[in-house]
């Protein structure tokens, strides 16, 4: 019911909305909870387990009941928050976890077994049949308990991610987050603040209370006003302060899009915030908790703070007739309230035997209320009084057992709150989280002068630890009265009584948990559920863990409370996500001649971030095989154009650059002659390979290295770590110049032709042998050349500046074909370096030694490097050791399987009789077979012997001969000449 | 979590690459036997409380950092250039 001249809503404009399919209005400035609570709708859910009616309990961000989904298809959001959820022109929400309405929900029925669903369920009726779990139970419990559902389909909706970073980040827009910023702001700090709602305030705006004479929201106002004027304030509304990290690292979330339908272009729905503070202050203020009573979850039934903040925000009353329930003044400050505003108070149930009396309303001392009616929601109470039970009529209860201090943030890095028995809550134990200070009510301190007091002594305190001077600051005046409570958390009596509404968790259960000897609140939580739900108990939690130490017999200190996690309220993946969705959750690397070759409809096959073409189909070409064995026959018979550029390339230089590299790789490298490259083994400290490479000395202090594509970013780091952190006495430098430079393969018997007719100088094999390089100039460009080869043709890698890339592999291309070859991708290179026994990461795959891929004699005998004391070691040379080989299939079956295991012919293919794998296969059209590179025990003494390869997973048996691994020109002529 | 670069000032970890105990820092002579080996290449300790260990500013300088960190209480007591270390 809306009640007139009340609330901070903007009543000339009317804001129409859908929920459950039925269009309602509100007013701008209202949340779902409040418009629909005005238009007298008071179920808005159904509860997890039993899928009992629920209405609004609250009007924050800890709701547990009136969750609801927004949206559609890929945009489709389930759990908002009703009480968070600000109505916008074309708002349509559905009520969730109910089948086939809210109304009537079949799954109601739930409610009835309750005596078989309460504590521990899960663990003890559906025990048996076993197998039965899986297949029937499970999938049952999870269609029958549930909230929101997403579409499954991909969200439409952007996200984003950003970083802050401020002198004080003050975390709450109440009196004591407002005066903290005020202060901190007035002395010049760099401030950020943050508060979780749309307007800023905290409880001023629920509250009736006067601040320096004027109402609160307008004092809030004016401080907001003079916030907003200052250069070094920002202002973060609709921000949820999510987590607190080390070093001052805040997460949070801004909901920046929620309260509308608009998207305008590039705009995100939420997004992530990672601030670093150089100090903060915690005034994230106190939830207040509800009484425990049997079916003390009926709509209608919600706090009492709730039912201001409806009455004094949104001018909205639950209910006509209303009946008020607690243990604080707080319940005597709601009828007060209700009445100013024309609403009838039917009574007033204080459990305190001295609460005071009125004049205006009746009050019920030492009373309790027990009990509550009515179908869908609430029409009547029971109080239970020493004369004995009465029932009360009433449409709405305003209930509450105190007030829980926000102490969630303070928590996040292991920090555990106190008991403070006078106000019967958990305060923050200070310096909890390096850094920050915390004030007002999350710190136990409840009226509003506390709160402004602690706001400012909480900035001078940090402007102190900044090196800044506080200005001098005067306490607004405002009210402070005495918070006076007596411990209430559970009426005793028979049926259901409520703890965690979300999760379905009763006294009852707790005190079940109890009694199995789940005694440490961390077991009775998980054996409950308590807790558990998206609202994290935040309105139960103090509560089932004081059932607890009443039913062990212990204190509520000494029980303490479970662990606070991060975040405070629930977050969307999307949003923690944000940024590193789709092509950033992996970045795409694309060579110069990318276009090129997916303009010849080449596939593209990804190595590490690299995208590499397959194969280039031809007209005529069916499959890859055929397109794959023409471009390995053009390589061997004409010549063939490769994009080696994703190689990585690292350039090193300095008086020492020999002398590091003879440390890093097996082999020398400072004897290298000037314009000479070698392919060098690199190993890791245990021994084993990590990387190969061809290196190539450019001048007497400058080499140029090339990792393999997978491995350049690591060798990087290695480089690094070596030379920093092992031989800083060396004076050499690196630099990545993998995207620097663009580098092409020619190869095959007329590279030499093609290469004479481009360069502006005649290669001849004086000049040029085998493994020579040097600069070049290709057509006026200034490149490098290298006569070096992974396919075992006379080969060059040409590289020049990667602007010239595309150009250069367009002119390659073309002259190729005129001399009757072409491109060849990533399939043609595969079976070229097959055939030629030329190892890749398949084969140094972390677990093999230089001598198990044949190149034991590489680890040179003058001098130390990296892995060679450990590559010593017995064991990496002991005979047994699965060693490479090349295999060719020699009976009926002709396949070759990469990942097979390899067996003696008649041994019985099982896991002990394992002599080895393969790695690498590939059809050779050179020579008309398939050929596989693999590992074998004791392999290169076993050359001749047929042995038996299995593929367990596609069932493939085939007898191989094991063969050299160097298939094709073995003594190497053809590279030569 | 905040690292402090010895050339760039105090930066978000997620600049930095880990790689372990600075224990790498100390690598044996080629001939200090199996026992030192081992040790440097495989045991690690793995206490509560203060520890050293490198980090690599790889989305920053490329300096390889010595951060001296204590694991209960995730305060970053210092860091320094690894080519200090064996300066």
Redesign the interface.
Known sequence: MRVAGKGLIDRTETVPFVFDGVSYNGFRGDTLASALLANDVRLMGRSFKYHRPRGVLTAGSEEPNALVTVGEGGAQEPNMRATMQEIYPGLAARSQNRWPSLGFDLMGINDLGAPFLGAGFYYKTFMWPKAFWEKVYEPIIRRAAGLGGLSGQDNTDKYESAYAFCDLLVIGAGPAGLMAALVAARAGADVILADENARMGGRLLAETYEVDGKPGHVWADEVLAELRGMDNVRLMTRTTVAGAYDQGTYAALERVLHHTDRRPNGAPLETYWRIVAKRSVLAAGALERPVAFRDNDRPGIMTAGAVRTYLNRWGVSPGRNVTIFGNTDDIHRTARDLLEAGVHVAAVIDSRHDAPLSDDYQVLRGAQVCGSAGRKGLESITVRRASGEEKIHTDCLAMTGGWNPSVHLTCHMNGRPTWQRDIAAFVPRPDAVPGMETAGACNGSFSTDACLREGIAAAEAALDDLGMKAPKTTVPQAEDTPYEIAQLWAVPGKGRAWLDFQNDVTVKDVKQAATENFRSVEHMKRYTTQGMATDQGKNSNVAALAVLADATGRGISETGTTTFRPPYSPMAIAALGAGAEGAGFKPQRFTTSHKAAVARNAPMVEAGLWYRPSYFPQAGETTWRQSCDREVNMVRQAVGICDVSPLGKIDIQGPDAGAFLDFVYTNMFSTLKVGRARYGLMLREDGFVMDDGTTARLGETHYVMTTTTAGAGDVMKHLEFVHQGLRPDLDVSFTSVTEQWAQFAVAGPKSRELLNDLLDMQLDDESWPFMACGPVSVLGVAGRLFRISFSGEHAYEIAVPARYGASLYDILTKRAEVLGGGLYGMEALGVLRIEKGFITHSEIHGRTTAYDIGMGRMVSQKKDCIGKTMSQREGLEEPGRERLVGLKPIGESKQLLAGAHLYKEEAEPVRTNDQGYLTSVGYSPTLETMLGLGFLADGPDRYGEVVKMVDHLRGVTTLCEVVNPVFFDPDGGRVRG | ??ITCPHCG?R?RREF?Y?GAAV??D??A?DAG?EA?DN???LRENPAGVTRE?W?H?GGC???IVVTRNTVT???QGSQ???????
Not at chain 2, 81 to 87: G, I, K, Q, T
């Open positions: 979590m905040r105090e978000d690459y790689r790498d820092l690598r044996p080629p199996a080996w440097f290449v495989y490198l690599y790889e490329g300096a390889w995730h305060e970053i250039l690894a080519s200090e270390v064996n300066a």
